[in-house]
C-alpha cells in the first residue's frame, strides 16, 4: 500500500468517478421514473376532465343556448327573410309586440346555459357565496360585465349572454334576478 504512492492517487480519482457515475444514473433513473408517472397520471387525470372542458367551451355552450332558445322569435320590420307579407301589413307595430321579459325568463332563455350548472366557472343561480364578491364590486360593474361581456378569472362571459338581441334592461333584470339582488 505505503509502497505505491504513486498509483494510489489515480485509481482513488477512478473510484470517485465510479462512485458519481453511478450515484448520477440512479439520480437519472429516478428522474424518468417520476417523468413516466407523470405521463400517466396526467392522461389518466385527462380521460375525467377533457369531457368536461368540451362542455365547457363558450362556443360549445352558446351554440347549445341556441338549440335550447324559444322556438318563436319576434321578426322586426328589417328582417326579410320570414317576415314577409305580415311585415308590409304592420311595419310599426311590430317593434313594440316584442314583450319586455321579465329577468327569470331572460335567465331561463338565456343565462341557464352556463349559470344553471356554472359551466365555465360562470357563478350559479341562488350560489350566494359565489355572488357575494361579485356583487361587492357595484350593480353597475356587474351590469356592465353582463352588456358587454368580460374575461374573468374563472372564464368568458359572452356580451349579453350571447343574445346581443335582448334589451339592455332584460339583461339587466336578468342579472338582478340571478345575483338574488
Ligand atoms: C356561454 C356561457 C355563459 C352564458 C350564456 C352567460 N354567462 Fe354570465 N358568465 C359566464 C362565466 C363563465 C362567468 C364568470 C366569468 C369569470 O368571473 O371568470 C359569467 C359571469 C357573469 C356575471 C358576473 C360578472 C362579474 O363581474 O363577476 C354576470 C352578472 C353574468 N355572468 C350575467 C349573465 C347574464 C345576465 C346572462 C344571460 C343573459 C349570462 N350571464 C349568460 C358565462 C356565461
Known sequence: MSTQPHTAGPSQDQDHDQQFFNLFMVVIGALIGVTIFL???????????????????????TAVAERIKPAGQVTLPGDEAAAGAVAMAVPEAAAPVAAKLTGEQVYNTACF??????????????????????VAQGVATLNKHALEGFQGQAGVMPAKGGRVDLSDDEIIAAVRFMSGG
Open 113 to 134: 346555459a352556463c349559470h344553471g350548472a356554472g359551466v365555465g366557472g360562470a357563478p350559479k343561480l341562488g350560489d350566494a357565496a359565489a355572488w357575494k364578491p361579485r
Open 39 to 61: 405521463i400517466f397520471l396526467a392522461r389518466s387525470i385527462a380521460t375525467d376532465s377533457q369531457l368536461a372542458w368540451v362542455k365547457e367551451d363558450p362556443a360549445y355552450a
